[in-house]
């Protein structure tokens, strides 16, 4: 759904996957349209179908959803409790769901494409911007465990940026 959401956007959602080898690749195929030619080489990998009949049917919902969005209507986190009842999707989320399996099966062809490796490197390279910054922080809150181990010096609490009670 999260990959749905940020494509009605014109976001791109670019997690970075753990267990990449079990991610599920879609095919999707207008209704009426025959196939042509399939998918050549990926037809092996892609063996699910996106269920396109859904995303038509919602399109206008899922229209209105994002401009909601955009004019800050609505929440992303309130439409993605909306989207699910008792563990189960609605049909407007199983829309966004079957929409979202588009662009995530984009992002994972793009992450191991074995001849251009763009993607890959830029998808990095943020994540290790990221990650940097998450490491500061851990080093100077969670880290130390909330030590300081120098000694103390008049004026180190605004060094930090933190009040001292």
Not at 55 to 67: E, K, N, R, S
Not at 120 to 143: F, N
């Amino acid at each position: 759904m999260v990959f749905g959401i940020f494509k009605m956007l014109g976001y791109r959602f670019s997690p970075r996957f753990k267990d990449l080898e079990d991610q599920r690749f879609w095919k999707a195929q207008m209704p009426g349209a025959e196939a042509q030619g399939g998918y050549g080489p990926l037809e092996a990998l892609a063996r699910n179908r996106v269920n396109v009949k859904k995303v038509l049917t919602a399109w206008p919902d899922m229209l209105h959803l994002a401009g909601s969005l955009v004019t800050n209507q609505a929440r992303a986190y309130d439409l993605l409790r909306m989207f699910g009842r008792e563990g189960r999707p609605t049909p407007l989320g199983q829309a966004f769901a079957e929409y979202g399996r588009i662009a995530k099966t984009l992002h994972l062809l793009a992450v191991v494409d074995p001849v251009d490796d763009t993607y890959r490197r830029q998808l990095h390279k943020q994540l290790t911007v990221q990650e940097s910054r998450h490491k500061l922080a851990r080093d100077i809150c969670h880290g130390k465990k909330g030590t300081i181990h120098q000694a103390y010096r008049d004026g180190m609490e605004d060094q930090l940026g933190s009040a001292w009670s």
